[in-house]
């Protein structure tokens, strides 16, 4: 008995602690599924939102486009005649008047036949006075003043020719205006419509876009029309100055032309440029913050917020219904709804892309949400 006991009575103790502690065990997976149960019964916690109203508001109707910058008067500079440059008389970016010579071509030989056909001029209208005194007295007959005044109209034609050539090697700026960069330099032989530097009137400029062909009978001349340049603080005010008469066969689009006022010089010729035509009329929407819309591939949509009566706590319950909708214009910060969404209807304006249909949420409205039809961001 007292060897049984030695034995066996150290493996019962085992197995009534492998018994206790089963026991122990199976009393916490049976509390955790349980729990899981009431937790699934439950639902998933609520997500905590911002809200905010689909408000009605009164737009300006807009069309918006992308234009280019255009000079009201701008060219390539080049040369007409072939020759090596003697002389440049400009620098790169400098501004000049009309006729101001900026580059003169070698006309060496020009000028010195220009000499000899000047010398044959003055000996020509020396003849024709001399032998005009002697026709006078019957001296000469008169078919010989004839022949001196055609030799003296030839010089004169030969002359002005070769002045001509002259004044081809001298490139002069047809309008006063800024200058581009110099492209060619001392010595350098030139070919004709070799181009020499690029001239930009500062006048005004022009700001040429497209739109499509349907909002062509909603344009007229001198509707107007607000840029903005990327780089460039404030906005620019224009308008229509010009509809192109025809339809470009392959995009279906008209081209538009209209001036701007750009007083502190900001804008340059090819620049970029965002165009908004403000119309004259006017149109009552449903906007709703950008923030507030759902993007998906299967359309747009918002969250609805909706009362389900109070908890057990005695607090009211608040769900998340999705809402298709059809967004129209945007303005701003803020995307009009042409159907699906009433004015005055909460919506989820921050946290919407966490949330699916029936959701329960909780509403913080604590944290500032500020959206603004005119936002004026900080361009860092």
Not at 251 to 266: F, G, M, P
Not at 272 to 287: R, S
């Amino acid at each position: 008995m007292r060897s049984f006991l030695r034995v066996f009575l150290p493996l019962i103790a085992v197995l009534a602690l492998v018994a206790g502690l089963a026991a122990v065990k199976a009393k916490q997976i049976g509390m955790l599924i349980k729990a899981g149960k009431a937790a699934e019964a439950a639902g998933p916690p609520p997500e905590v939102v911002n809200t905010g109203l689909a408000k009605q508001d009164t737009w300006a109707l807009t069309l918006t486009a992308v234009g280019s910058v255009e000079a009201v008067k701008g060219v390539t500079l080049s040369n007409d005649a072939p020759g090596i440059i003697t002389a440049i008389r400009f620098e790169s970016g400098a501004e000049v008047k009309a006729g101001e010579v900026l580059v003169e071509l070698d006309s060496s030989v020009e000028r010195a036949q220009l000499g000899s056909v000047l010398a044959r001029r003055e000996l020509a209208k020396t003849n024709l006075e001399r032998n005009k005194a002697l026709v006078d007295k019957g001296a000469l007959p008169a078919a010989q003043l004839d022949g001196d005044e055609a030799t003296l109209k030839s010089a004169n034609a030969d002359a002005a020719a070769l002045q001509a050539q002259i004044a081809r090697k001298t490139v002069r700026a047809p309008f006063a205006g800024k200058l581009g960069i110099r492209a060619v330099n001392l010595g350098q032989y030139l070919n004709p419509g070799t181009p020499l530097t690029m001239l930009e009137s500062k006048d005004a400029l022009y700001v040429d876009f497209t739109l499509p062909q349907q909002k062509l009978g909603q344009l007229a001349l001198g509707t107007k029309v607000e840029f903005h340049a990327v780089g460039v603080e404030g906005t620019l005010a224009g308008a229509i100055a010009a509809i192109d008469t025809n339809v470009d066969p392959v995009s279906r689009s008209v081209r538009i032309r209209a001036t701007v006022e750009d007083k502190a010089q900001k804008l340059r010729p090819g620049m970029f440029l965002e165009v908004l035509v403000i119309l004259d009329k006017q149109q009552q929407v449903v906007a709703v913050p950008a923030t507030a819309i759902v993007h998906a591939t299967y359309g747009n949509s918002v969250f609805v917020v909706e009362d389900k009566g109070t908890g057990a706590d005695g607090k009211p319950l608040k769900i998340a219904r999705q809402q298709f909708v059809r967004t129209g214009a945007a303005r701003g910060d803020f995307v009009s709804i042409e159907d699906g969404l009433k004015a005055g209807e909460t919506v989820v304006v921050a946290g919407a892309f966490k949330l699916r249909n029936g959701a329960s949420i909780v509403v913080n409205d604590t944290v500032k949400f500020d959206p603004q039809l005119a936002p004026k961001p900080e361009n860092h």
